[in-house]
């Protein structure tokens, strides 16, 4: 019952902080000075009132609210402004598998090298692999994604010559965004592993279990890592969402028709409902993976409870 009542709180909480999030970023639009046809200096005065018109922008700004929300409530984004005949969940169906086959990639990669990175500098603290791992995790997360983007294809594409630098192709086209667009999260993520353990391996119930007689691998990984892993699991849930849905600068590098080039065409042709698709999308994950996180934290730690 416990576990009901949680997830329909949960659940009508996540819908509310939608609700919002999409009023505001109906709002936030509206109020930018212009038009997505105002740019195209060859529609005359006639043409573009026209335009408008078919597209209801010329309805006061309450009532094309209300039509706006009514089809998102129906699962419509609306047309694409810049796109004629293309509806905006189409650009999202398009756009996001690719975003979320990199993201996918890119969050194995922060989950299976960063936990186990973390973990071999907390065993081995203050020796070699320690400081080679500290090192190296330090520099990642000084590193912005579009820098170790834009530093991959010289080094990798132009100068060595060994891989693409655009398209998705084949697997060798993966690595370049997977790495730019993993690598922060897993120095982060080896770096917050690593303190964390520190952390649990000092309190008293750790060195209660070794007083036990209890094997270092049972003291290590069922008693410390899992414990260990709520701060992990805190960060990489509401990243797992942004991973998936693609960082817009990484894509536009790589060239990758994701949903990051969707969203950085909408906002330089004033493409309103593809702008304001693609913020709902990414809340709507957020929304979801927090509120997995939550679930996460009782299957990891038994004591915390839904209440």
């Known amino acids: 019952m416990n576990l009901l009542k949680f997830f329909l709180k949960r659940f009508f909480s996540a819908i509310f902080t939608l609700f919002l999030i999409s009023t505001i970023t109906f709002f936030l639009m509206k109020a930018i000075p212009g038009g997505p046809f105002s ?12 335009i ?29 402004f810049a796109r004629p005949g293309v509806e ?6 398009q756009g996001f598998p690719i975003s ?18 973390g973990i071999i500098a907390a065993i081995k603290q203050n020796k070699a692999p320690d400081y080679a791992i500290s090192f190296l995790s330090t520099l990642g997360v000084c590193i912005p994604s579009f820098v170790l983007a834009t530093l991959f294809i010289f080094v990798f594409c132009y100068k060595l010559n060994i891989l693409p630098s655009n398209g998705l192709d084949s697997w060798k086209h993966y690595i370049g965004p997977v790495v730019a667009l993993g690598g922060f999260s897993l120095a982060f993520v080896t770096r917050l ?36 892993l709520i701060p992990v699991v805190t960060y ?13 600068v990484v894509e536009r590098i790589f060239a990758l028709p994701g949903m990051g080039k969707h969203f950085t065409d909408s906002v330089g042709n004033r493409d309103y409902t593809t702008l304001m698709g693609a913020t709902i999308v990414f809340a709507a994950l957020y ?3 927090i509120l997995i996180v939550d679930v996460l934290y009782v299957v990891i730690d038994p004591r915390i409870k839904f209440d």
């Open 287 to 289: 929304l979801v993976m």
């Open 236 to 248: 990489i849930g509401p990243t797992v969402a942004a991973i998936l849905t693609g960082s817009f």
């Open 52 to 80: 408008e018109e078919k597209y209801h922008l010329n309805d006061p700004i309450h009532k094309q609210y209300l039509d706006y929300m009514a089809g998102l409530l129906k699962g419509d984004l609306g047309p694409s």
């Open 88 to 93: 905006v969940s189409d650009l999202m169906k």
């Open 39 to 50: 740019k195209n200096e060859k529609l005359s005065d006639r043409v573009r009132e026209s």
């Open 193 to 228: 592993t690593r303190s964390s353990m520190l952390e649990i391996m000092q309190q008293d119930y750790i060195r209660t279990a070794r007083a036990k007689g209890l094997p270092e691998s049972v003291v290590l990984f069922k008693h410390g890592l899992r414990n260990a």
């Open 100 to 117: 979320a086959s990199i993201g996918g990639f890119a969050i194995l990669m922060v989950i299976l090298i960063g936990v186990p990175f």
